[in-house]
């Protein structure tokens, strides 16, 4: 599903260029879950840039869904994110001038996969049934991710990529937000990567990767469960 192969990449500053991945390999098969761990400033954003198509690397292959990533224009890349991800940030990206309806909606309509049963039972998964008309603003924090993630995988994605998906909320909500995720992530049966600097997020997942000073670290590749 997702393939780096060899991938570079390095960002321009006023010393030098500053090397921010170097030489990653990293495989992700249909169905499978992967925690990507790192400290902060370790390079984990931006390789999940570079897997959804975000950015580009100096060096290397990309490949998602079997393509790569580099001989695609930027339109080429905005409809195979379109076709194939699902993406959850730890900001909540929600818009707010639309509902709650129309928010889990927004994605897999734009995708043409909108599916009236499936969203419906969506929003009785994210425990937001009764709640359509609300806004945004009108949500707690853990009911705006919650929501976030039903829209990412309203069009049953391949691949869900996730940036700390609870870093903005509290221990008790961010552990409900979680197992409420990997249930769907299982109900559809897509991928998952998870970029987290947390071994409680990265724990039930099926392989957990550590990224340090722009390199997988081979020694600490382990079996999360």
């Known amino acids: 599903m997702l393939e780096f192969r060899q991938v570079h990449k390095a960002y321009a500053t006023p010393q030098g260029p500053l090397a921010v ?3 990653i390999e990293l495989s ?7 925690a990507l761990m790192g400290e902060s400033g370790s390079g984990k954003s931006t390789l999940l840039h570079l897997a959804a198509g975000l950015d580009l690397p100096d060096r290397g292959e990309v490949l998602l869904d079997g393509r790569a990533i580099s001989s695609l224009d930027e339109p080429a890349r905005a409809r195979l994110r379109r076709d194939v991800l699902g993406l959850v940030f730890q900001q ?3 818009v707010p001038s ?3 309806a129309d928010n889990l909606r927004l994605q897999a309509r734009l995708a043409g996969r909108e599916r009236a049963e499936w969203s419906a039972h969506l929003l009785e998964r994210l425990g937001l049934a009764g709640l359509e008309r609300r806004y945004p603003e009108q949500l707690s924090g853990g009911q705006q991710q919650r929501l976030a993630i ?5 069009p049953r994605p391949a691949l869900l990529l996730a940036d700390e998906p609870t870093g903005n909320l509290d221990e008790n909500t961010a552990d409900a937000v979680l197992s409420l995720l990997r249930e769907l992530v299982d109900e559809t049966g897509c ?3 998870v970029v987290t600097h947390s071994p409680h997020v990265a724990a039930p997942l099926d392989r957990c990767l550590r990224l340090s000073h722009g390199r997988l670290d081979v020694t600490a590749i382990v079996g999360a469960t």
């Open 21 to 23: 991945l170097a030489g």
């Open 28 to 34: 992700l098969g249909r169905g499978e879950s992967l």
């Open 92 to 94: 909540f990206h929600l």
């Open 98 to 100: 639309l509902n709650v």
């Open 150 to 154: 039903g829209r990412a995988l309203a």
């Open 191 to 193: 991928a998952l990567l």
